[in-house]
């Protein structure tokens, strides 16, 4: 749900919608106009956001990671004001309450694999790394939010959020004992893995890809002409094609080999959600299409992973064929 409303975030352009955190224009309910803000209120956030993003540049600085903390610096966007929107703001806010709703879950999740430490530990370590992961990803969104949504920490963001749904992911696989009664071949174990590993690749490009299409944006008459000589965007667009032939030869390979239904038919949604995410990336370059197409690339892309992660759990934990 967190990307689904992220697509939203996305689609409407509410990513700095609340320019402090955790916050939201100096409040913790946004302001209903504008008129409700002081008169310099754009030049007082920027300058408050400049000087936390300084002492998380010294931080960064103190424990070995330079690059990084140049990045940060010489992010130019540092110094962009931000106007008050309510739309933008309410979207953001709600992307922070749903946040907060998802942190409160998790905890509880937490609290109750406590029991499992007397069964199976994995469990509880599992849960407690997921809850970590979603706390630490609270912390990156502050951070991005505090670099004017800088492209590097926008795609750390996105990973770490990967990560606590995987490890939410691999407990409950462990509690409900799911695994697959029939054997696999190694192909469809390799074939199942190399297909995770370029999911993984696509969301980084994308991350990369999302930010050269931001700085574009407001030429929009000439994005098309201009983004294909990105090279990031070159192997976004032909691994988006590769991930297409990859997923249907893996349904392919699962179906061919007996495998439950269950799996057969998730392995059947990779290949349809990778064509319909295709054709979302191209409307992407087309004004008209923008809105819709952001609100559903986020979500489709993360839906893909969650499923391509667990049908290669399933097989990897499943008896090998010899």
């Known amino acids: 749900m967190l990307f689904a409303i992220g697509g939203l975030v ?41 000087q936390k993003t300084e002492r998380f540049v010294k931080l960064l600085q103190t424990i070995g990671m330079d690059d990084l903390a140049q990045n940060i610096e010489q992010n130019l966007n540092l110094e962009e004001e931000h106007t008050f929107n309510v739309t ?36 509880f370590f599992l849960t407690l790394f997921g809850f970590l992961m979603v706390f630490i990803n609270a912390f990156l969104g502050a951070i991005v939010v505090n670099s004017n949504l800088l492209s590097g920490l926008v795609t750390i963001h996105f990973l770490a959020a990967f990560a606590a749904i995987s490890f939410f992911i691999l407990a409950r696989i462990r509690v409900k004992s799911i695994k697959l009664e029939s054997s696999v071949t190694t192909n469809l174990l390799w074939i199942s893995v190399s297909l995770l590993l370029l999911a993984i690749v696509q969301i980084v490009l994308g991350t990369q890809v999302r930010g050269i299409y931001d700085s574009l944006e407001s030429q929009s008459s000439q994005i098309i002409s201009v983004i294909d000589t990105f090279r990031n965007y070159q192997w976004h667009r032909v691994l988006a094609f590769a991930m297409l032939l990859l997923a249907s030869f893996q349904y392919v390979r699962i179906k061919q080999e007996g495998n439950e239904k269950s799996i057969t038919k998730l392995a059947l949604y990779l290949p349809l959600l990778t064509l319909l995410q295709i054709l979302l990336g191209v409307l992407l370059i087309y004004a008209n299409w923008v809105a819709f197409s952001k609100l559903f690339h986020i979500t489709i892309g993360a839906t893909i992973f969650v499923i391509q992660f667990y049908i290669c759990t399933l097989i990897i934990r499943a008896p090998k064929k010899v």
Request: hydrophobic residues 35%; proline residues 8%; charged residues 20%.
């Open 10 to 50: 996305r689609s409407t352009g509410s990513g700095m919608g609340c320019p402090d955190w955790p916050k939201c224009f100096g409040e913790y309910i946004p302001p209903a106009s504008e008129s409700e803000l002081p008169d310099n209120y754009e030049e007082y956030f920027k300058t408050q956001r400049i």
């Open 88 to 123: 933008k703001a309410y979207v953001e806010y709600g992307n922070r309450l749903w946040g907060a709703l998802t942190g409160l879950i998790v905890f509880v999740t937490l609290l109750a694999s406590i029991p499992f430490l007397n069964s199976d530990k994995r469990i």
